[in-house]
């Protein structure tokens, strides 16, 4: 499997910079990924394109501001900081730019009395920070750092919680579970009311929705590790769906990739772990019968995910339809219904 087997011609201009003002007001394709046919609806009409018995599990990560700049006391230039990773108290795996200003040993001041000190190099070039100030570390990143946007996107965000599901809990996460940003309080409670389950896990997002495929032989890119969590109640709702029939649904792809890392025989597993899964075709799935995601990078990881699910053939033909019909790309983007 190539990685140029998963390319196709995007145009700039439906990367999507903003937000719609409605959340579920965005646009839905529906892809069958047995027949490959497709039909074009709203996301608020998703209750009708699911099933009662469905569960849907939704990622409850919480984006950080995770973007900081910092000085050294040596010189007058901004360095970049990417909070990637909480290693320990205040103890951070970040991605430094330009990461040459940032040997070992290197202090560099934050602002609001915030300090870090470089304290190594990693693996890709990453760097270990151990940060200092008064106070809560997280009350002073609320007020310094700012939400770390894909590189695509250009335009400020005027709102941070707009780059928030509105179910996100525990903070960790250095992009958002994008899929999941088309739900409303109120969508979520017309699936329920169908009789849809709705079910949590936990990944904190970290350097692999950053970073392209490099390599042409698909089989070896290395995917970055990222924390992820499965509490027994889900995996209890989890392998009852699946004993009665019932379709699991994956709200975007850091879900799906947490519910595939915690399978084992065809049943999910209750725990937490460091997961570096690489779904691409052709793999079994264990767990996910269905997948809410939006609309990915040519040759990305996770266009090879939906592709593992529905086959290459349905997912190019389905996205050359996308193109076609304007829809809107990536995190602000439109949704996919694959099932």
């Not at 992009?175 to 009311?193: C, D, I, M, R, Y």
Request: aromatic letters at 8%; a negative charge.
């Amino acid at each position: 499997m190539k990685t140029s087997d998963f390319s196709f011609d995007l145009p700039e201009e439906l990367i999507a910079q903003t937000p719609l003002e409605r959340r579920d007001a965005s646009r839905l394709l529906v892809l069958d990924k047995t027949t490959g046919q497709t039909k074009h609806r709203h996301f608020y009409d998703i209750a009708q394109e699911l099933s009662p018995g469905d569960l849907l599990v939704l990622n409850d990560s919480r984006v950080i501001p995770a973007r900081l700049f910092g000085r050294r006391e040596s010189g007058p230039a901004e360095v970049e900081f990417l909070l990637l990773r909480e290693r320990g108290l205040c103890l951070w795996e970040t991605m430094v730019r330009p990461g040459k200003k940032a040997r070992p040993g290197t202090v560099f001041s934050f602002g609001e009395g915030l300090t870090g000190e470089v304290l190594d190099t990693l693996e890709g070039g990453l760097r270990l920070v151990r940060f200092q100030c008064e106070g809560n570390f997280f009350e002073v990143l609320d007020k310094i750092g700012q939400m770390p946007l894909p590189p695509y996107i250009h335009e400020p965000l005027r709102e941070n919680e707009r780059y928030q599901t509105v179910y996100a809990e525990h903070r960790g996460s250095a992009a958002a579970p994008t899929a999941g940003l088309h739900f409303t309080p109120e969508l979520l409670e017309e699936v329920q009311q169908k009789g849809i389950g709705v079910a949590r896990v936990t990944l904190h997002v970290g350097l692999g929705t950053f970073r392209p495929v490099k390599v042409e032989d698909v089989t070896q890119h290395h995917m970055h590790s990222e924390w992820c969590c499965v509490s027994q109640e889900t995996a209890d709702a989890v392998n009852e769906t699946k004993r009665r029939g019932g379709r699991v649904v994956s709200v975007g792809t850091t879900s799906c990739r947490t519910l595939e890392s915690m399978a084992k025989d065809g049943r999910l597993l209750a725990g937490t772990r460091d997961t570096d899964i690489f779904i691409y075709p052709p793999y079994e799935f264990q767990i996910v019968d269905a997948l809410i995601t939006n609309f990915h990078l040519p040759e990305s990881t996770l266009l090879m995910l939906v592709s593992a699910l529905a086959g290459r053939e349905h997912i190019l033909e389905a996205y050359r339809q996308a193109v076609e019909m304007r829809y809107r790309f990536f995190s602000f983007g439109d949704a996919m219904l694959i099932r």
